[in-house]
């Protein structure tokens, strides 16, 4: 990051937030980047400075400076002052799980958005995935053929296989959401590999699955490609379901099993 000659020109606005000191810092930084006034690299006015035009004391300043570089979307330097960053997606992530971590049913909101997003960037790959997209999802699912019988390695490469997917999407948006869902969705892609793995027939639909979704999106076919995406969420959701039975105590072994070809109305 470069430091610029002068630290950029902000002034509060008309109507300032109402909220706690702490988070009338919080607010004013956060419009400050949203509408471009300060930017990568730009050199935020001093403790004292930022504390006058925001009408809190410096130590307040202080502490809100050190959560967002906590964050990482300031850096605070020694003998320089503090910096705007560019947050690594990865700290958006943990704070992401954690608030997540203690929520009743969090993975099945995160597996719903999870869909969500998916479809989409399915959608979006069709239109615009390259040849080095189509590469690194073909590598993947080499991988999830060779690691078919080994639990943890083939929910690394089926977790691989959709990141690809993803990022063929070439949304940023997309991505970056998806990306602050990753240790949640790896924990999801390692659960379910451990209840695949019993289940011979199970396996081999995961490498059908992940084929077909790769050869919709070479096709560019995206009602295909949605449709292949959704029928394996539901089928991963299927084996989860299963698997969450055949834990409780006193349930009779195959108990809720249903067949993959079953018709189901699917509503998203």
Do not use: W
Request: aromatic share 2%.
């Amino acid at each position: 990051m470069t430091r610029r000659a002068a630290a950029p020109s902000i002034k509060r606005d008309q109507h300032p937030s109402q909220g706690t000191g702490f988070g009338q810092v919080f607010d004013f930084l956060r419009e400050q980047l949203l509408e471009g006034r300060i930017r990568n690299g730009d050199r935020l006015l001093s403790e004292r400075d930022l504390a006058l035009q925001l009408g809190v004391s410096r130590p307040i300043v202080r502490e809100a400076l050190r959560a967002l570089s906590m964050l990482g979307v300031v850096e605070i330097r020694e003998r320089m002052g503090t910096v705007v960053r560019q947050p690594d997606v990865s700290v958006l992530g943990d704070v992401f799980a954690f608030s997540l971590a203690q929520a009743p049913d969090a993975m099945d909101d995160v597996m719903q958005a999870r869909l969500a997003l998916e479809c989409q960037a399915i959608r979006l790959a069709c239109r615009r995935a390259t040849m080095a997209d189509i590469d690194r999802m073909k590598a993947a699912l080499d991988a999830l053929e060779r690691t078919i019988d080994d639990a943890t390695a083939g929910s690394q490469a089926d977790n691989d296989f959709h990141l690809a997917l993803v990022r063929a999407s070439k949304s940023e948006t997309v991505i970056q959401l998806y990306a602050a869902m990753a240790a949640l969705l790896a924990r999801s892609h390692r659960d379910r590999r451990r209840l695949v793995f019993d289940d011979s027939v199970a396996r081999r639909s995961v490498i059908d699955d992940h084929r077909r979704l790769l050869e919709a999106v070479i096709a560019g076919d995206e009602d295909a490609a949605d449709q292949a995406l959704r029928e394996h969420m539901r089928v991963g959701e299927e084996v989860q379901r299963r698997g969450a039975l055949a834990r409780r105590p006193g349930t009779p072994a195959g108990k809720g099993r249903k067949q993959r070809h079953q018709p189901k109305e699917t509503t998203q």
